[in-house]
T-cell receptor
Framework: NAGVMQNPRHLVRRRGQEARLRCSPMKGHSHVYWYRQLPEEGLKFMVYLQKENIIDESGMPKERFSAEFPKEGPSILRIQQVVRGDSAAYFC???????????FGPGTRLLVL | KNEVEQSPQNLTAQEGEFITINCSYSVGISALHWLQQHPGGGIVSLFMLSSGKKKHGRLIATINIQEKHSSLHITASHPRDSAVYICAVGTGNQFYFGTGTSLTVIP
């Protein structure tokens, strides 16, 4: 049973480009969470999704950031027109149900030059 | 003010020592999680608690709902326990994270 998978593991973008981060939850998990860990800071909640629905996006920046979890395929966190301040580790976690144990992916480390 | 406060921020211990990491929170929660983040950055969920106490190997986690406090204990610590330990509380759909306790266990 594969764990939560994220790709790419490392992503380098120039300012103004788009970044697409993918998260494949564990088999049987329909709940996905995205978190951001800025350098020298703790984890921060970004968004909580279930299949085809955004449940809570209160942690997402209002502009440039979007997330989806389609019926088929991985969850995508999309950052448009990246800026240097977007450089961070982005972690995805999945769970079988609401308020159940979350399992974390290895993270995507985004570096914006 | 952070919703989740951890102490200590940094901890150095000799191999074999008993270790305690504390977590206090200020929000109503549905569950509290203890996470371990290794130097390479990967995150592992150690415990999810909503009451009482859980034990897994040398790790023990307790929670006092009335006092809004949880502790993570490591018995017979080992250098491979060196990592950052993060307390996270779930409230509704959201999670709030402590800033982590960096543990170094010296052989």
């Amino acid at each position: 049973n594969a764990g939560v998978m994220q790709n790419p593991r490392h992503l380098v973008r120039r300012r103004g480009q788009e970044a697409r981060l993918r998260c494949s939850p564990m088999k049987g998990h329909s709940h996905v969470y995205w978190y951001r860990q800025l350098p020298e800071e703790g984890l921060k909640f970004m968004v909580y999704l279930q299949k085809e629905n955004i449940i809570d996006e209160s942690g997402m920046p209002k502009e440039r950031f979007s997330a989806e979890f389609p019926k088929e395929g991985p969850s995508i966190l999309r950052i448009q027109q990246v800026v240097r301040g977007d450089s961070a580790a982005y972690f995805c976690a999945s769970s079988r149900g609401e308020q159940e144990t979350q399992y974390f992916g290895p993270g995507t480390r985004l570096l914006v030059l | 003010k952070n919703e989740v406060e951890q102490s200590p921020q940094n901890l150095t211990a000799q191999e074999g020592e008993f270790i305690t990491i504390n977590c206090s929170y200020s929000v109503g929660i549905s569950a509290l999680h203890w996470l371990q983040q290794h130097p390479g950055g990967g995150i592992v969920s150690l415990f999810m608690l909503s009451s009482g106490k859980k034990k897994h190997g040398r790790l023990i986690a307790t929670i006092n709902i009335q006092e809004k406090h949880s502790s993570l204990h490591i018995t017979a610590s080992h250098p491979r326990d060196s990592a950052v330990y993060i307390c996270a509380v779930g409230t509704g759909n959201q999670f709030y994270f402590g800033t982590g306790t960096s543990l170094t266990v010296i052989p």
